[in-house]
């Protein structure tokens, strides 16, 4: 089996390459290509992912390339985890939005649209040569925002799968909670990629004991110190909010913290010099410690699980994924594309479980987001200033014409340099 990591040079890549290496008999990878045109970033990860593999007995090989033709040909997958502009372009996400007062976020709100006309048009290219090289191939996007480049490549007839590590986390969390085995936990999750709630925690599967009323109970402190909200807003609402929601039940709040410390940018980008001088020590085998706080958690667990079901001998598994929703909400288009469980495998893209009744407080916001969605990728492969501002306008946290037109101004200074029509 091969396996092709597009964007391997990313401080990201050890994470991705010990669950490869301990979760062999899951995955067995025959052949590994990282991609990356960071000839100097490639090299680096690459020494180290074969010094991981060999600590832990792996006979794949590991083969680093800036080719992304000759990287992909004969893939049986083709993993893609890249940032256009890289952190540069990530701290100016976070920080003009903040000009207007609106929420620096490199997924959420008007960062999130400049994220998306950066990212899909340089996706779609990489899809299409995947295409050409390995027909059979597919394509699991771990690249945000994953619910807009995930409609861009479905609608483009990609065979693809979006992944985000949202659930597999809540599932880790709530199962140690629990005192339950990762695997005896299942997510009722649904919603839009980085737009979700847990409307359950489940014993053992779908159809089993919900156990989110007594982890509310027994833990609604931990759980909503996490997310950095109030106990009471969980107590009253009865579900957990992904942390992304933050954005929505606390804007103002977040906005003040956001301009009175310094950015997640910053911080990643000083994280990252330090992991890639520690990648460079020929002693170490494993990953880092710190490469925890780098973010990603359990990102290969649930990649490994995604691409065995793909690739699997007929068998299928049930997993979150972002996908379309082909009738699963009832009140969004079928070809909107939804972050819900869904069964993978057995020869074919993965197909939504029925979801559960999304409650109007959360179907509301889910149908306004799905419509900015609609629009940002309008302006993502159309272009123009004016597609841009109908997004903005539409976000539910914009909203109004003057800050819309603000922030377009802005976005379009700001990335010049990445949209070719602009």
């Not at 004969?74 to 996400?93: K, M, S, W």
């Not at 990643?268 to 710190?290: N, Q, R």
């Not at 539409?394 to 377009?408: D, F, N």
Request: charged fraction near 20%; charge should be negative; proline fraction near 6%.
């Amino acid at each position: 089996m091969k396996l092709a990591v597009v964007g391997g040079g990313s401080t990201y890549t050890p994470e991705l390459i010990d669950g490869f290496a301990r979760l062999r008999d899951t995955l067995p990878i025959g052949e590994l290509v990282l991609i990356d045109p960071a000839a100097d970033r490639l090299e680096l990860i690459g020494a180290l992912a074969r010094r991981i593999f060999a600590r832990q007995g792996h006979p794949g090989l590991i083969t680093t390339t800036p080719d992304l033709d000759a990287g992909v040909e004969g893939a049986d997958a083709v993993l893609i985890q890249l940032r256009v502009g890289g952190q540069a372009a990530r701290l100016q996400d976070e920080t003009w939005p903040l000009e207007c007062g609106c929420v620096g976020q490199e997924t959420t709100g008007a960062g999130g649209l400049a994220k998306a006309l950066r990212t899909v048009p340089v996706v779609l290219d990489i899809a299409e040569r995947v295409r050409r090289a390995s027909p059979r191939a597919w394509i699991i996007d771990f690249t945000n925002p994953v619910g807009i480049v995930t409609r861009a490549l479905l609608q483009a007839g990609h065979k693809a799968v979006g992944l985000c590590n949202v659930a597999i986390g809540f599932q880790r969390k709530f199962a140690a909670l629990l005192d339950l085995a990762p695997g005896d936990i299942h997510l009722d999750h649904v919603g839009l990629n980085h737009l979700t709630w847990e409307l359950g925690v489940r014993r053992g599967g779908p159809d089993g004991e919900d156990l989110l009323p007594r982890l509310l109970s027994a833990h609604g402190d931990t759980i909503a110190g996490d997310l950095h909200l109030p106990r009471a807003v969980l107590d009253r609402l009865g579900v957990v909010p992904s942390y992304y929601l933050r954005y929505f039940y606390a804007h103002d709040e977040v906005v003040r913290e956001l301009e009175s410390k310094p950015s997640r940018a910053a911080e990643v980008a000083a994280m990252e010099k330090e992991l890639l001088a520690l990648y460079g020590d020929p002693a170490l085998d494993e990953k880092p410690a710190l490469l925890a706080k780098r973010g990603g958690a359990f990102y290969s667990e649930a990649a490994v699980d995604l691409a065995a079901a793909l690739l699997g001998d007929g068998g299928s598994a049930v997993q979150v994924v972002n996908t379309y929703n082909n009738g699963t909400l009832p009140f969004l288009p079928d070809d909107a594309v939804i972050e819900v469980q869904a069964r993978v495998g057995g020869g074919s893209g993965p197909v939504p479980l029925a979801a559960p009744r999304l409650d109007p407080l959360y179907a509301g916001l889910v149908s306004h987001v799905t419509a900015y969605e609609d629009l940002a990728l309008d302006a993502a492969l159309r272009g123009g200033r004016d597609r841009v501002f109908k997004a903005l306008l539409a976000h539910p946290l914009v909203g109004q014409s003057a800050l819309a037109e603000g922030l377009t101004d802005r976005l379009l200074a700001h990335n010049k340099e990445h949209l070719a029509w602009a």
